[in-house]
């Protein structure tokens, strides 16, 4: 149980166009969504938490103008990066949850190229 | 403000070597410290700790939880080359806003 599904799982795309990604939660329903980048040989940085029917938090520096982050569903969260540049290529990765002692779920991450 | 620590950085080791992984922490209305390791994509889960003292184990794998001194350890004895990865701490407070420590990089060496 516990499946979360992240796609694309990799995408390239040009300068200046938009990307959205998702993350499903297969078989439950997630009131909490997290996304994640990742920089090379880095750790995970949170960028933002969303809660299902209200607006996403972000954390301090992340755009939230250019990281559009939707969780319409308690199974669906989308998280579109706009106007996409080639520093914004990075491994995006999300985590799916109840909480409490259940945890959390990561999907399989996308990997973001941008041209 | 919230935060997690974790030490060391990075570390070195060669097999069959124990190694102990630290991670402190300062958060208001504290609910649970998670372990994850990170190899090439999406963390995995090892250990979530609630209650202070209780050890909680998976094969070489073991951490434990101090709630009185903020802090978790994270031991991996008889270590191996599989075990080389990010090993990342987060502690979740009842607002569910995860904080992520920077984690600690681990390479072991045959």
């Known amino acids: 149980g516990a499946v979360v599904s992240q796609h694309p799982s990799w995408v390239i795309c040009k300068s200046g166009t938009s990307v959205k990604i998702e993350c499903r939660s297969l078989?439950?329903?997630?009131?909490?969504m997290f996304w994640y980048r990742q920089f090379p040989k880095q750790s995970l940085m949170l960028m933002a938490t969303s809660n299902e029917g209200s607006k996403a938090t972000y954390e301090q520096g992340v755009e939230k103008d250019k990281f559009l982050i939707n969780h319409a569903s308690l199974t669906l969260s989308t998280l579109t990066v706009t106007s996409a540049h080639p520093e914004d290529s990075s491994f995006y990765i999300c985590?799916?949850?109840?909480?409490?002692?259940?945890?959390?779920?990561f999907g399989s991450g996308t990997r973001l190229t941008v041209v | 403000e919230d935060k997690v620590v974790q030490s060391p950085l990075s570390l070195v080791v060669h097999e069959g070597d124990t190694v102990t992984l630290n991670c402190s922490y300062e958060v208001t209305n504290f609910r649970s410290l998670l372990w994850y390791k990170q190899e090439k994509k999406a963390p995995t889960f090892l250990f979530m700790l609630t209650s202070s003292g209780i050890e909680k184990k998976s094969g070489r794998l073991s951490s434990i939880l101090d709630k009185k001194e903020l802090f978790s350890i994270l031991n991996i004895t008889a270590t191996q080359t599989g075990d080389s990865a990010i090993y990342l701490c987060a502690v979740e407070p009842y607002n569910n806003d995860m904080r992520f420590g920077a984690g600690t990089r681990l390479t072991v060496k045959p």
């Open positions: 078989d439950f329903q997630a009131t909490t």
């Open positions: 985590s799916a949850g109840r909480g409490g002692s259940l945890g959390y779920t």
